[in-house]
Every structure is written in C-alpha cells, then in structure tokens.
C-alpha cells in the first residue's frame, strides 16, 4: 500500500517555528517529486513547497519564501518542511503529496495541488495569538 502521513502541525504563536514531516510507506521516495500544499475552508489548495528527488532543487511559493525550507531524506524515506517566522495567514491544513518525477517536472509541481498521485490525509497547523 502506498502511503505518505503528515505529521508536526499544531497550534503555534505568530512568528513561531514548526517542522512538519512526511513519511512513506509501500514505495521509495526517491524517484518522486514531492510537494507540500494547504488548504483552508472555502479556497482553494495552493502549493507551498516542493522538492526534487534528489533533492537538489526546490521551489517555494512567493508567500513562504525566506520563511520556510524543504528538505528529504531519501535513506529515511521522509521529506520535511521547516516553517519559521510563521503567520497568521500561514494557517491551514497541510499535505504532503508525490508525483514519479517522470511526469511531473519540478516547476509545474506548485500548480499540482490537484494532480498528485499519492497523498497524506494532512496536518493542521494554526498560527494565532
């Protein structure tokens, strides 16, 4: 079974840190791009993230750029997204999710928030006061 679970969200204070992880079972990881989305209620689900993979290359939503990194570790099966200087706007629901890198290249993967072939069931992450 192919399977990808989020884990790291939770309830954090405006300019908090959290590091979200994602986890694979029932494939390797290494062949696959892999992104990370959010979605809040009412919008649609926007990319934030996404990771070549090897690993060499990544994108980043112009929101969280600066703020956030993406990083994989191919030998642990497991990609993570570090989130720094969070907002309030940064809340929502996030999802880790994978394309085999033959049919997805890295620049279209941000626009993929409904073309993914495998993903998580999310984490909440909530940033407030």
């Known amino acids: 079974q192919l399977q990808l679970v989020e884990s790291g969200g939770g309830l954090v204070q405006p300019g908090g840190s959290l590091r979200l992880s994602c986890a694979a079972s029932?494939?390797?990881?290494?062949?696959?791009?892999i992104g990370w989305f959010r979605q809040v209620p009412g919008k649609e689900r926007e990319g934030v993230s996404c990771?070549?993979?090897?690993?060499?290359?990544?994108d980043y939503a112009d929101s969280v750029k600066g703020r956030f990194t993406i990083s994989r570790d191919n030998a642990k099966n497991a990609v993570y997204l570090q989130m720094n200087s969070l907002k309030p706007e940064d809340t929502g629901v996030y999802y880790c999710?994978?394309?085999?890198?033959?049919?997805?290249?890295?620049?279209?993967?941000?626009?993929?928030?409904?073309?993914?072939?495998?993903w998580g069931k999310g984490t909440l992450v909530t940033v407030s006061s």
């Open positions: 029932g494939f390797t990881l290494d062949t696959y791009v």
């Open positions: 999710a994978a394309k085999s890198s033959f049919f997805v290249s890295l620049r279209r993967c941000l626009t993929m928030g409904y073309g993914m072939d495998y």
């Open positions: 990771i070549s993979s090897s690993g060499s290359s990544t």
